[in-house]
């Protein structure tokens, strides 16, 4: 499907609850299929990553009821069944990476694969600490399927290269299932959403500084309900500030510190940005965030502050071109490991659109303040964010852009256009 997006000249105004978060929507499957009992999860994501999830442990012999469209009642014994038939993870490299941690300490035989876009994803960052525990495990050269043999696990002290949500949780999600305490260890703090989750289902775990630990556990079920997801937000933030005229509210926004990179980046820009009504729930930080169309200033975005804003660096760099001066964007090679190399591709696709910005090996270089032209098509590589992104820059282009292939929003977030349609 092709998207035809033009310029918006009237602002973004109004009021918009954004979709649930997608990687609590992922870890209220997994880690309520962990703990015995029943759990009934509000808000669940509608994006076809989290139903990947979903139905992978539905496979798995959890019994899984929908009581609305994002209402559902979980109930598990805490065990799994062997499953009948292989895996499927769809586009999702969460469900992969998380669940292989589980797996791996099963008493039975596995294999989890995917899409043609996941099956290109490196999964030697999972494979070598579980196989450090003792798992087995076999692939396509370190990339999937991923053929999982049961075994028994031990504990291990890891220490990370790499700063990454998703390995410290495939190696937290084995250690609650392995003998003796598991440490991890990464060079910067990634988000936490699983450790904040395995504290709120009752887990030994323990955090401090950029190292956790954990030891085995029986989690309790408890009800969770599930807030919005910054990611998501993080386009309309953008748009927000960069489409003239725009004042509007987000509502109901996951605030976790590890994931509000987006936030400080774009304060640090001189945005005009107000967080409203802060509140917990399930053990998250939530709020509301108002936003207002700005004059933004450039900026060097690297080091710790990335993996706390990793997802949202294609729609920043979008925002970039509309700030005054040079921003630069570095220590994100990982991006290049994505559903697609988004480095590349960021750079590929703003240039159409007329933007100066130049490639790097671990981001960009950014020279602003840019007028976006417009006036071409623009390829999205089976990607989602870039989809989104993309439409982002479209709607402040002097004359129509189209997007090919922008059915890959529907992995993430179905509503976008939708949404977008009700702010203007």
């Known amino acids: 499907m092709n998207k035809i997006v033009e310029k918006n000249i009237n602002g973004l105004k109004g009021e918009i609850v954004i979709p649930s978060d997608k990687s609590l929507s992922h870890r209220a499957i997994i880690l309520s299929s962990l703990a015995k009992g029943t759990t009934k999860i509000e808000n669940f994501s509608k994006g076809a990553d989290c139903h ?14 929908f009581k609305s ?3 559902l009642i979980l109930k ?23 669940v292989s941690g589980i797996l791996a300490g099963q008493n039975f035989n596995s294999v989890l694969y995917g899409d043609e876009s ?56 084995a250690g609650i299932n392995a003998e003796g305490k ?15 989750m395995l504290e709120y289902l009752g887990a030994d775990i323990q955090v401090e500084n ?19 997801d910054i990611s998501s937000a993080a386009f309309f933030i953008v748009a927000g500030l960069i489409v003239p005229h725009s004042d509007f509210v987000i509502k109901n926004v996951g605030l976790n510190p590890t994931r509000t990179g987006i936030i400080d980046v774009v304060k640090m820009m001189g945005a005009n940005i107000e967080i409203l009504d802060k509140r917990t729930i399930s053990n998250e930080l939530v709020g509301d965030i108002r936003i207002q169309t700005s004059d933004l200033k450039a900026c060097e975005i690297s080091g710790n502050i990335i993996p706390r804003l990793i997802d949202e660096i294609p729609v920043i760099a979008v925002l970039a071109t509309q700030a005054e ?51 071409c098509e623009i390829n999205t590589y089976h990607d989602h964010r870039l989809a989104m992104s993309m439409y982002i820059a479209g709607l402040i282009s002097e004359k129509q852009v189209q997007i090919n292939d922008f059915q890959w929003v529907d992995i993430s977030f179905p509503e976008f256009e939708q949404l977008f349609t009700s702010l203007q």
């Open 52 to 65: 990947s999830t979903l139905n992978l442990f539905k496979n798995l012999g959890i019994d899984i009821d």
């Open 69 to 71: 469209e994002q209402s």
């Open 76 to 98: 598990s014994t805490g065990k799994f069944l062997e499953p009948k038939q292989n895996l499927n993870c769809g586009n999702s490299g969460t469900t992969m990476r998380l």
């Open 118 to 173: 996941l099956s290109k994803r490196p999964m030697k960052r999972v494979i070598e600490p579980l196989s450090l525990m003792g798992a087995k495990i076999n692939s396509n050269d370190g990339k999937a399927p991923l053929e999982i043999i049961g075994k028994h696990l031990k504990a291990i002290n890891y220490k990370s290269k790499l700063s990454s949500a998703q390995v410290k949780s495939c190696v937290l999600l």
């Open 182 to 196: 598991t440490l991890f260890t990464e060079p910067y703090l990634s988000r936490n959403h699983t450790e904040l």
């Open 210 to 228: 950029s190292t956790v630990s954990v030891q085995k556990s029986e989690l309790t079920a408890k009800d969770i309900t599930i807030c919005g």
């Open 325 to 375: 001066g040079t921003t630069i964007i570095k220590d994100a090679q990982d991006l290049r490991n994505k559903e697609s190399d988004r480095i590349t591709a960021v750079v590929t696709e703003l240039r159409k659109l007329g933007a100066n910005i130049d490639e790097t090996q671990d981001g960009f270089i950014i020279n602003g303040k840019t007028k976006l032209l417009g006036d």
